[in-house]
């Protein structure tokens, strides 16, 4: 593929020319939200909402991102045309977008902000390829011993760059098994997510999916219940309070991240499915 045009600060640019300062507060502390969404068909998927969630975890963190919704919407829009060229018919892209605070002088928290807000939105290749053998085989999941930080540090429903803890568990777990995702709990011991995923499981013909105060709620997430457009919505719960026994008996429990679709577990911690 060529080299993908990118947006910057109100420019379109090739991703090899984008700059940003040092004193980008979200290179420094991860002081930036973000949110990810994909196309289908070459359509991006509810990009309103997604944008609109964006602006949602701006205001949660208090960062003033200097455009409107319906700009960011437009910018998104443009720049995905810009790069469709390189998608092949059955291709698609996962597109990120990212606001960070003000540039930081000296490189201190507490220090005066300088500049405007950064804004950048990117296009990434879906890799297919990657996913296939875990649709046809199931994932490994081990439960990583980093646990999810609680609502009392940060405010789950914002979609921050600081993500160490979840990079921390899937090192963690991938020093085990380099396949398998990481399951990660709250600090009471409850299934929270996955690393990089939401995790569902179906008990008596219900739909559930973890609801503890630490993590976004996956049934309000955007990226994520879009995916269950075609799940019948008789017996939809969001009601799980498990700990990880609960999902070793399960034989339906699925994985799910926003460029991709559910696929099943095979394996949690050394316990197989039942019925592979």
């Known amino acids: 593929m060529g080299d993908k045009m990118c947006y910057l600060n109100g420019e379109f640019l090739k991703e090899s020319e984008a700059k940003i300062s040092i004193n980008d507060r979200g290179y420094l502390w991860g002081d930036a939200v973000y949110d990810v969404m994909r196309t289908f068909g070459h359509v991006p998927f509810r990009l309103k909402e997604h944008s609109e969630r964006t602006f949602r975890s701006c205001r949660l963190i208090d960062l003033d991102p200097g455009i409107t919704p319906e700009e960011l919407v437009e910018a998104t829009v443009e720049l995905f045309k810009r790069n469709e060229k390189n998608l092949a018919p059955d291709e698609d892209y996962s597109i990120r977008q990212q606001i960070s605070r003000e540039e930081g002088a000296g490189g201190v928290i507490g220090a ?19 996913y296939a053998k875990k649709y046809l085989e199931g994932i490994h999941v081990i439960v990583a011993e980093t646990r999810r930080y609680p609502a009392q540090c940060l405010d789950p429903r914002a979609k921050v760059t600081s993500r160490l803890n979840n990079v921390l568990a899937d090192r963690e777990v991938r020093r085990v098994d380099p396949d398998a995702y990481a399951l990660m709990l709250d600090i ?47 017996g939809l719960a969001n009601v799980m309070n498990g700990r990880v026994p609960d999902l070793a008996e399960l034989l339906d429990t699925t994985l799910q991240k926003a460029v991709n679709a559910p696929a099943g577990l095979a394996q949690i911690n050394d316990r197989f499915r039942r019925n592979r």
Do not use: H
Not at 214 to 221: A, K, M, Q, V, Y
């Open 112 to 130: 005066s902000f300088v500049g405007k807000p950064n804004i950048m939105i990117r296009c990434y290749e879906i890799p297919y390829k990657s």
């Open 188 to 234: 009471n011991g409850y299934v929270a997510e996955c690393a990089a995923q939401n995790i569902f499981m179906i008990r008596g013909g219900k739909l559930l999916t973890p609801k503890v105060p630490g993590i976004l709620d996956p049934l309000e997430n955007i990226g994520d219940s879009s995916k269950l457009d075609g799940v019948p919505k008789v």
